[in-house]
């Protein structure tokens, strides 16, 4: 069975200090991978997917990137985090052929 | 360009009553409909999904939705609720007419209450 992972699982930053979280899929090749950050406990916001190895496709602007170094490993990035960054990271992932989205357990992002 | 819309924050019932969490959708093309939900610090897990065929749709723990076409609605009901489903509760949508997109876009969420 498939099974998607995030580490960490909290994290407190300070503003201006770079950012890493990871996200990996296991049990499944050639994933489609998606990263999600929920604000305030509600709506989803899609930041970034992949289709591929090396293929990021960004949603909206921000000071956030992603990238994809192995087939099923998404990673998100920040050179220098803002205050407005907090929030609740989710990873997802679907087939290439199915249409819904499985999601990690999540990442609570606290920036100070 | 696709959108949902959820129009209840919150939905309040009692524990054995029938539940409906509300949902309807715009997409250009033929819609993919779903429903996920969320436990407090969680990530959101799959409940059902409606992509062609029947309109009622069964999912996991209890839960159906049924597809409206006419009236661009995908709402989730369960017959008789229980305590432990209370969550948030989010519908979302993918246009069918898309080549080569898999993004879902979400509802802002339904906050369901079930009450002893």
């Known amino acids: 069975s498939q099974t998607i992972h995030q580490w960490p699982a909290t994290l407190v930053q300070p503003v201006g200090s770079p950012l890493s979280l990871e996200c990996t899929v296991e049990?499944?090749?050639?994933?489609?991978l998606y990263w999600y950050r929920q604000a305030a406990g509600r709506g989803l916001q899609l930041l970034f997917y992949s289709v591929g190895i090396g293929q990021i496709s960004s949603e909206v602007p921000q000071n956030l990137s992603a990238s994809r170094p192995q087939d099923r490993q998404f990673i998100l990035s920040s050179k220098k985090l803002l205050l407005s960054d907090s929030g609740f990271y989710l990873c997802?992932?679907?087939?290439?052929?199915?249409?819904?989205?499985?999601f990690g357990p999540g990442t609570r992002l606290t920036v100070l | 360009a696709q959108s949902v819309a959820q129009p209840e924050d919150q939905v309040n019932v009692a524990e054995g009553n029938p539940l409906t969490v509300k949902c309807t959708y715009s997409v250009s093309g033929n819609p993919y409909l779903f429903w996920y939900v969320q436990y407090p610090n969680r990530g959101l897990q799959f409940l059902l999904k409606?992509?062609?065929?029947?309109?009622l749709v069964k999912g996991s723990y209890g839960f159906e939705a049924e597809f409206n076409k006419s009236q661009t609605s995908f709402h989730l009901k369960k017959p008789s609720a229980l305590v432990s489903d209370s969550a948030l509760y989010f519908c979302?949508?993918?246009?069918?007419?898309?080549?080569?997109?898999?993004?879902?876009?979400f509802g802002k969420g339904t906050k369901l209450s079930v009450i002893p």
């Open positions: 979302a949508v993918r246009d069918n007419s898309g080549a080569g997109s898999y993004q879902l876009t």
């Open positions: 049990g499944t090749s050639n994933p489609n």
């Open positions: 997802a992932w679907s087939t290439r052929h199915e249409n819904e989205q499985f």
């Open positions: 409606y992509i062609t065929g029947d309109n």
